[in-house]
């Protein structure tokens, strides 16, 4: 596959899009890539529309998203290995991980069930930390190699973020282990918590990565 040709880009003719207002605004200067995005906000232009700061790339674009996956990967641990969820009735008590509920759901029978919050709970997050990782190594390392097919693994990982809904499969689980047991009482455990936390930092993870930079890379080859 031969390599995409060089285009006219917005950085190149000195131009900047707000990023609240999406007005195209003429840069003060024509400064590099590299100082737009490690500029202060207090030290930025601001827009003549809606005063929002403009930035060439997002400010500390690299470092961010470093922040956000690390604190996810470290939340991912007690996600999956303390209890989700804990139900306890006048006979029995009953504690899960999100793995025994998925193991459960499948010895139970209701294998889709079972697929559904295994892909919502263990593969889509393990995707998403570990994609957004090597994206952003790739940047850090400021490679040139596959820039269309690591903008498309960007725009995958921004659309499944969409799908975490998480309320949805908890009460799912909730629903298929106590089976609407009399008197039964359930509540929600550590894991809980950390597994929302996990959802939210890797969207901020993609949110904060700047996929730009694939590209000015590739440009000033």
Not at 14 to 32: D, E
Not at 77 to 98: F, G, K, V
Not at 116 to 133: G, M, N
Request: glycine residues 4%; proline residues 6%.
């Amino acid at each position: 596959m031969s390599e995409p040709s060089r285009a006219i880009t917005a950085k190149s003719q000195g131009l900047l899009v707000c990023p609240s207002c999406s007005l195209l605004c003429q840069a003060p200067n024509q400064t590099s890539a590299h100082t737009q995005a490690v500029a202060s906000p207090a030290s930025a232009p601001l827009c003549p529309r809606c005063q929002s700061a403009l930035h060439m790339r997002k400010p500390h674009s690299i470092g961010h998203t470093w922040a956000f996956l690390l604190a996810g990967y470290l939340l991912y641990i007690p996600a999956n290995l303390l209890p989700i969820m804990e139900a306890r009735s006048l006979a029995e008590a009953q504690i899960d991980t999100i793995m025994s509920g998925v193991i459960y759901l499948f010895n139970s029978g209701s294998w889709g069930l079972a697929a559904i919050v295994f892909t919502a709970s263990i593969v889509v997050p393990t995707f998403k930390l570990l994609a957004l990782t090597w994206l952003n190594w790739t940047v850090q390392k400021k490679s040139t190699r596959w820039p269309q097919q690591r903008t498309t693994l960007y725009r995958f990982v921004e659309l499944i973020g969409r799908w975490s809904m998480l309320d949805i499969f908890v009460v799912a689980l909730l629903v298929a282990l106590v089976q609407l047991r009399m008197f039964a009482v359930v509540r929600a455990g550590p894991a809980a918590a950390a597994f929302g936390a996990v959802v939210v930092l890797t969207m901020l993870a993609a949110h904060s990565f700047e996929p730009r930079l694939i590209w000015d890379y590739c440009d000033n080859e």
